[in-house]
């Protein structure tokens, strides 16, 4: 027998020896509540929920209510379905022996009323599965805005919500004001991330690459105990310094002026600026204020009936100034226009014969050219 074989048969009958040495026990391993496990018996209270869905939901529900009695019942609860007033309720019975599977059968409803399909809500009642109701509707003021960021959770023929259920191990579903999401304690928390992240106008896809570096980098045993954080990708706004700033908008500026130049307009000099105020230490005179105005023009001292009749005749006179104004604009329509008449023939003859007396006859044209070519 070799040396190793003698040690493992130490420690076999060290265990025997020892039966509270728990080494081989998972400590994480959730074992699933049995009845047997209730040793209290039945519950003393009844607890009970109720919630509302809308009306597009009662059709379906009426036709899969059978279903969800039947999943309940194994369960030891009891379910009501109420068309009147448009609710679901949940209870305990005198069967149930599991505290908690009240509040997984009030998850249930909740997702039946919000759209989940009867065969995926079903999933909730395991110990392993939780859920998450978003509420996006009031995260985006504008209309328009909101079914945007909406439709980018989706994204192209769902590719988007695709990848992120592929990638969180979710189940997903994006209806009306709400995204209702189910699966692991850990995957809620990065799909609420996400969907959150998107109405704040930040991309789904950046979470979604750094959700697959992780799962790769989760494959490798040497990254375990070390830091991942210079292999994940920094998407932050990078700031312009002043200075690329200032380049930013010397090329605006430059491409304007050439536009301008090109255009056959005038060019403004961006170099120009307005001319600085000379300094002074001293500062303004202070305005009067209002009362020492009416103390300078006498209306302080007036009663309150002589300041109301002045203050109707100011408006009534500045009234009758716009009257007239609006009439004079109105009476502009019906001025006519200046005409210039034709000329008659004794006039069109007077001038004829005034141009032919201004002109130089043909002889003194001639004269003139001869005594400019002599002085050239």
């Given at each position: 027998?070799?040396?190793?074989?003698?040690?493992?048969?130490?420690?076999?009958?060290?265990?025997?020896?020892?039966?509270?040495?728990?080494?081989?026990?998972?400590?994480w391993?959730?074992?699933?509540?049995?009845?047997?496990?209730?040793?209290?018996?039945?519950?003393?209270e009844?607890?009970?929920f109720?919630?509302?869905?809308?009306?597009?939901?009662?059709?379906?529900?009426?036709?899969?209510?059978?279903a969800?009695?039947?999943?309940?019942?194994?369960?030891?609860?009891?379910?009501?379905?109420?068309?009147?007033?448009?609710?679901?309720?949940?209870?305990t019975?005198?069967?149930?022996?599991?505290p908690?599977?009240?509040?997984?059968?009030?998850?249930?409803?909740?997702?039946?009323?919000?759209?989940?399909?009867i065969?995926?809500?079903?999933?909730?009642?395991?110990?392993?599965?939780?859920?998450?109701?978003?509420?996006?509707?009031?995260?985006?003021?504008?209309?328009?805005?909101?079914?945007?960021?909406?439709?980018?959770?989706i994204?192209?023929?769902?590719?988007?919500?695709?990848?992120?259920?592929?990638?969180?191990q979710?189940?997903?579903?994006?209806?009306?004001?709400t995204?209702?999401?189910?699966?692991?304690?850990?995957?809620l928390?990065?799909?609420?991330?996400?969907?959150?992240?998107?109405?704040?106008?930040?991309?789904?896809?950046?979470?979604?690459?750094?959700?697959?570096?992780?799962?790769?980098?989760?494959?490798?045993?040497k990254?375990?105990?070390?830091?991942?954080?210079?292999?994940?990708?920094?998407?932050?706004?990078?700031?312009?310094?002043?200075?690329?700033?200032?380049?930013?908008?010397?090329?605006l500026?430059?491409?304007?002026?050439?536009?301008r130049?090109?255009?056959?307009?005038?060019?403004?000099?961006?170099?120009?600026?307005p001319?600085?105020?000379?300094?002074?230490?001293?500062?303004p005179?202070?305005?009067?204020?209002?009362v020492?105005?009416?103390?300078?023009?006498?209306?302080?001292?007036l009663?309150?009936?002589?300041?109301?009749?002045?203050?109707?005749?100011?408006?009534?006179?500045?009234?009758?100034?716009?009257?007239e104004?609006?009439?004079?604009?109105?009476?502009e329509?019906?001025?006519?226009?200046a005409?210039?008449?034709?000329?008659?023939v004794?006039?069109?003859?007077?001038?004829?014969?005034?141009a032919?007396?201004?002109?130089?006859?043909?002889?003194?044209?001639?004269?003139?050219?001869?005594?400019?070519?002599?002085?050239?």
């Amino acid at each position: 027998m070799s040396d190793q074989e003698v040690v493992v048969n130490k420690n076999k009958a060290h265990r025997k020896d020892k039966p509270w040495d728990t080494d081989d026990i998972d400590q994480w391993k959730i074992d699933p509540f049995k009845a047997e496990d209730n040793k209290a018996g039945a519950f003393t209270e009844e607890s009970s929920f109720a919630t509302l869905f809308p009306k597009y939901r009662e059709k379906y529900l009426r036709e899969v209510w059978s279903a969800v009695t039947r999943a309940l019942d194994n369960h030891g609860i009891a379910c009501t379905l109420d068309l009147v007033h448009g609710s679901m309720a949940v209870r305990t019975t005198r069967k149930t022996y599991d505290p908690y599977i009240v509040l997984k059968a009030r998850d249930l409803i909740k997702l039946l009323a919000r759209g989940v399909a009867i065969n995926q809500a079903v999933k909730i009642l395991d110990d392993e599965t939780a859920c998450d109701i978003i509420k996006i509707g009031n995260l985006v003021r504008n209309k328009e805005r909101f079914v945007k960021r909406r439709q980018r959770i989706i994204g192209p023929d769902g590719s988007t919500l695709k990848a992120i259920e592929l990638l969180t191990q979710c189940y997903v579903l994006v209806q009306g004001n709400t995204v209702s999401v189910m699966g692991p304690y850990k995957s809620l928390k990065e799909v609420r991330r996400i969907v959150l992240d998107c109405m704040k106008n930040i991309h789904p896809i950046y979470r979604i690459k750094e959700l697959m570096i992780r799962r790769e980098l989760a494959k490798d045993p040497k990254l375990a105990n070390e830091s991942w954080d210079r292999f994940l990708p920094q998407f932050r706004k990078r700031h312009l310094k002043t200075s690329e700033k200032t380049s930013k908008k010397n090329e605006l500026l430059a491409a304007k002026t050439e536009a301008r130049a090109a255009a056959g307009l005038p060019t403004q000099a961006s170099s120009s600026k307005p001319a600085k105020k000379v300094y002074t230490p001293f500062p303004p005179a202070q305005q009067p204020r209002k009362v020492d105005l009416q103390l300078e023009s006498g209306e302080y001292f007036l009663k309150n009936s002589e300041k109301e009749a002045k203050e109707a005749e100011r408006r009534k006179k500045k009234q009758e100034e716009t009257t007239e104004q609006k009439r004079a604009q109105r009476a502009e329509a019906f001025v006519a226009p200046a005409e210039t008449a034709a000329p008659s023939v004794q006039e069109k003859r007077k001038r004829k014969a005034a141009a032919e007396e201004d002109a130089p006859t043909e002889g003194e044209s001639k004269k003139k050219k001869k005594k400019k070519e002599k002085s050239a």
